[in-house]
Structures are given as structure tokens and as C-alpha cells.
DNA sequence: GAACATTTTGACCAATCGGTCAAAGCGAGG
DNA sequence: CCTCGCTTTGACCGATTGGTCAAAATGTTC
């Protein structure tokens, strides 16, 4: 019963990961409000006594997740290499976008949730952590359109597009599947031809 | 106190729309279990059971919302002009489905709000309703783009990307703010100007 | 197997939820 | 004034909520 590093058994890192995964399902699906610690606790196959004492409550489930949650969603971004092929960097970008809506479609939603009813619990991250990356980050895309390595236009809001069209895959899949229909099996490969397809024409020079 | 032909009288049609404007912010800001029918009736400055009066319950309120919504969410889509100038048809598209981010971003986050849970009220409608309506409209582009009036790319995909990224400034506005800063008053804008170069380059032949 | 810390649980609590109901308030017509 | 139908309300209900607690079960160590 060794304490490592992080002060954790392995037996309650493994629990706290489980529950960290029910919820994940859970607040995914129904939000922070509309989700019950009971529905946590049966998905994570645990009384809700037994959760809450992993966790001291609801709340730090949640926050806890949002935590984790915010340096993956942004690492793509992070990833962007500014002594890399301009058009390449950004298609990259976008393909590694588009990747994780399809892998972490949960992940995805519970972002969504999260920034669609105010962000109270990361607002601040916003502001204080994701805004100087995504200033980062458009002034080295900007630079590239100086230079004549892009086609102008804004670099904010090219960020937003990015990351709004590929989302748009994860958060909305019920309205994407039901308009398709369902001879499409796997809206992903064509979602991905479009949106290289966008952006390539409007970058390329 | 004369019925009209809908059997309402001017003043239940007056306090019905008050409930519906109140329940709109409320439904909107928390999701549909994350509001209670008390901060709806307090929003409505009514007592609970009067609410209760005009409309059988709280998800009575949510459908009446939903039902009204999906009209009129959908009708720049229905103005779309087959006989129209190709181009100008979607970029007028695009401008009007970006004013009513602008305009109605309550009822974009309800909407939002519905098919990131699994829009378990309106999933019928998405199929019955929606889809043929793309189904329609995505001819109409393909058959623009067949008789090379626009640059080809998949018409289904690409009214996803005019949602997608419209409702971007609506329901992730709280982040949009948050990334851009204070200095930025307004983002809509430049939001219109990225998205017009977009749509643009991406169609224009 | 005794002694100890960790984990799990059933029973329980106060607060809040959606919704009901009988009674009171109210304006318009006679 | 009285009556009649529509509107409003305080009090209340059972169910569910997030969370507590003492006790039992389960390791772990010697």
C-alpha cells in the first residue's frame, strides 16, 4: 500500500479512473445539471456512497474532468509548427481536429456543453490560458500570409472555423447522421475530403 | 372574452408568450433537466401554479419551443433559390443564417442545446423534416455545380459547414469573446467578412 | 490470527424537483 | 348589487436530488 508520487494507491487511481470515464459518459450526454451522481455511480458500477468517497462531490467530478479535458483539446493547436510547410501545418491541424471528434466524440460534447451554457467552470481558462495560445498561434499564421505563404485572411477567426467544422462532427452527429441517412455508415472519410478541400482553397496561393 | 380561431384569448395569447420568451432564456442558457419550472415561472413573473395553468408541464413548454423553432431555424435554407444566381444564392445563404446567430441566439442555443444531447425531442423531425429538405437543396447546389456555376464539393457537406460555422458565433460566444478580447466589441462583423471570403473561394469558378 | 487502515454499504437527511388542489381573487354582464 | 367564468395563489404531495454517517466488510502487515 505505497503511496507513489501523486499520493495514489493504484487501486484508487484505477477507480478514479473508472468513475472519471462513467462521468465523462454521463455529463457528456446530459450536462453537468442533467446528470445525477446516481447515474455516475451505476455506470461506474459503484454504490453512490463508494463515489463520493473518491470524490468529495459532484462538482469536483466534474471539474476534475474539465481539467484534464483542456490541455488535450488544445494540444493540436500547440502542435502547430511554425518552421513547418505553412499550407501543410494547417491541414495537419485540421486533420488531427477532425481525428479527435471522431475518437473523442464525449470529450468533444462535454467541451460543447461546458462553453454553450457559459462556461462558468472554465471561463477563466479561457481568457487566461487558451487566448494567449490562440494569439500565438495567429500571429506565426498571419506572418505566414505576410510572407505570401497563405492566402490573407483572418487568423482568429480561420482558428475558429477550424475548430467549429470539425466539432460540428462530433457535438451534432445525431443531426449529421439523421441528414445524410443511413446508407452512410461513416460520415468521417467525406468529412474529411470536404474540409481539406475548404481549406485548401482558402489558404493555397 | 371572444375565442379566436385558435381558442385562445388575447390575454392568454399574451401571457402564453410571455412564458415562451422566459422559458426560452431559461431552456437556452441550461438545458432542458438543468432548468426548473420555478426559475421559468420567477423569469415569467408568475407563481408556479399559474404557469402550471397555461401550460400542462415543463416539457409541454420545451415541445411548444422545439415546434416553433424548427420553422422558422430552417427557413433561409426553404429561401434558397433554385432560379437564383448560384453564388449569390448561398452567400446571401450564409449572411442570413450568420444575423440570426446574431439576432436569435437563444434560440440557437436551444437548438444546439437538443442535438448535442441526442436531440431525444426533435429526432424525428430531423429525419421527416429536415433531411428531405437538404435532401432538396443539396440537388439544387450539385446541379449548380454540374452545370459549372460553382467549383465542385459535396452539397450536404457543405450546408453542414454554412451551419456549422453561423451557429459557431451564437452558441461557443462566450469563447469567440473570450479568444478575441475585450477590444473586439462586436464579432459578427468580421465574422461575416471571413466567412463570405471563405464560401468564395471555396465556390467561386 | 491479532491489529490496523482502507474500502464499501444501507440507512438516512434536508433541500429541491415537477405537479396538484381547493379556495380565493377578479373583471364583465345583468 | 349579484353572478358567472376565468385567473391566481398558498399550501401541500410524493419523488428525486446531492450528500452524510456509523457500521460492516475487506484487505495488509506483523
Redesign the pocket.
Known amino acids: ?2 503511496d507513489n508520487p501523486a499520493g495514489q ?1 493504484r ?2 487511481r484505477h ?1 478514479i479512473a473508472t468513475i472519471t470515464d462513467a462521468a465523462l459518459d454521463v455529463f457528456s450526454t446530459h450536462g453537468f ?1 442533467g ?6 455511480a451505476k455506470a461506474a458500477e ?16 466534474h471539474t476534475h474532468l474539465l481539467d484534464n479535458l483542456l490541455d488535450i483539446w488544445v494540444d493540436p493547436l500547440r502542435q502547430l509548427d511554425p518552421e513547418g510547410d505553412p499550407l501543410e501545418e494547417i491541414l495537419t491541424y485540421v486533420r488531427r481536429k477532425l481525428a479527435m471528434s471522431r475518437d473523442m466524440p464525449r470529450e468533444s460534447r462535454l467541451f460543447a456543453n461546458e462553453v454553450l451554457q457559459g462556461a462558468q467552470h472554465i471561463g477563466d481558462s479561457l481568457s487566461n490560458f487558451l487566448k494567449p495560445l490562440v494569439d500565438e498561434k495567429a500571429a506565426v499564421i498571419q506572418l505566414w500570409m505576410d510572407q505570401g505563404a497563405l492566402k490573407p485572411s483572418d487568423p482568429r477567426h480561420l482558428i475558429f472555423s477550424i475548430w467549429s467544422l470539425t466539432q460540428h462532427y462530433a457535438d451534432f452527429d445525431v443531426q449529421v447522421r439523421a441528414v445524410l441517412g443511413p446508407e452512410v455508415e461513416d460520415p468521417f472519410p467525406e468529412a474529411e475530403d470536404y474540409l481539406i478541400t475548404l481549406f485548401s482553397r482558402q489558404l493555397k496561393v
Open positions: 500500500m505505497k494507491t487501486i484508487q477507480k445539471r446528470s445525477t451522481v446516481d447515474q455516475i459503484l454504490s453512490k456512497p463508494n463515489l463520493l468517497y473518491y470524490f468529495p462531490s459532484k462538482e469536483a467530478i
